[in-house]
């Protein structure tokens, strides 16, 4: 027996010393080299992100209702990560598109959970959007006691708190703007929704630059200068166009009308309500189409 040689050692225990091992601490395959294991899993909030920019482009370009319907799949998703900020966004997405659809108590009650949130989790950033989320249904709305400049003072403090919050910044501005126009400070409106702009367009949100232009063209029109109000259309037209923004087209016509109207030229006012009418038909829109048809007479 001493002059048999050893086995050779091969980097595994032999066939005896194996099983031993692998019962001892469950290690199968111990014996190779596996990857190392991640720290952390993005999986699921991987998936709940996907959902929610889906959502948000949908509600960009009018559709609500499909719009909703992600944000429910986002919202459930989030909630099995149980990220205090995947789970804020969602609420804040949601809210935003129940407002657009009348459903105020709801939007509110979903803002206010996201505040709530935010405070508990330390996300100042978010608590901030918040906030500015209330402050623009508030505008809108003439509710809550807030006037204009009050809304302009509020917002411009949790502008300097959004750091790195690129898409939140720019709805800050939007409801600057909003606020100014109200005022009637027309320069200082433009120039605030402009600052929306510059970031909707530096990072490709082409749905979202056209509404800034849509909403420029908007304090042109109330200030009485239709021809640089025009001119803002026709930006807004164009990106639309390159985001195949259907709604958002037919709402750039229907405006184009209006404006035409007010500057007495009056065939391509009717050919802008016409031009609309006949988009919002072709997605299936009747109800507005029906209002462009209107608007032509």
């Not at 959902?51 to 482009?57: E, F, P």
């Not at 037919?250 to 988009?279: F, H, P």
């Amino acid at each position: 027996m001493m002059g048999k040689k050893r086995e050779k050692r091969t980097g595994c225990p032999l066939p005896g010393m194996a099983l031993f091992f692998a019962l001892a601490v469950f290690a199968p395959g111990a014996c190779s080299s596996a990857p190392e294991r991640p720290a952390e899993l993005f999986t699921l909030r991987n998936e709940t992100e996907t959902q929610l920019n889906l959502a948000n482009r949908e509600a960009d370009r009018g559709n609500y209702e499909g719009a909703l319907t992600l944000l429910e799949e986002a919202r459930r998703l989030a909630a099995s990560t149980d990220r205090p900020p995947l789970l804020i966004r969602v609420w804040l997405s949601q809210g935003n598109v129940l407002f657009s659809l009348g459903r105020i108590a709801e939007a509110r009650a979903l803002w206010d959970a996201a505040l709530a949130e935010a405070e508990r989790a330390g996300e100042g950033e978010l608590a901030a959007a918040s906030r500015i989320y209330m402050a623009r249904s508030a505008l809108i709305l003439g509710e809550g006691g807030d006037t204009a400049e009050q809304v302009i003072k509020a917002v411009t403090e949790d502008l300097a708190r959004l750091k790195s919050d690129k898409l939140n910044s720019a709805l800050g501005w939007t409801v600057i703007g909003l606020a100014e126009k109200e005022l009637r400070r027309w320069t200082e409106a433009e120039n605030a929704l402009t600052r929306a702009l510059d970031i909707h367009e530096k990072d490709r949100y082409l749905e979202l630059a056209a509404y800034d232009w849509y909403l420029i063209a908007s304090v042109r029109s109330v200030s009485g200068r239709y021809d640089v109000a025009l001119e803002a259309l026709s930006q807004a037209l164009a990106l639309d166009r390159r985001a195949e923004n259907s709604y958002g087209l037919g709402m750039d016509w229907l405006a184009l009308g209006d404006v035409y109207q007010k500057a007495a030229r009056g065939d391509e006012a009717r050919a802008a309500y016409r031009r609309s009418a006949e988009i919002f038909r072709a997605i299936g829109r009747e109800k507005e189409a029906v209002d462009a048809e209107g608007r032509a007479r």
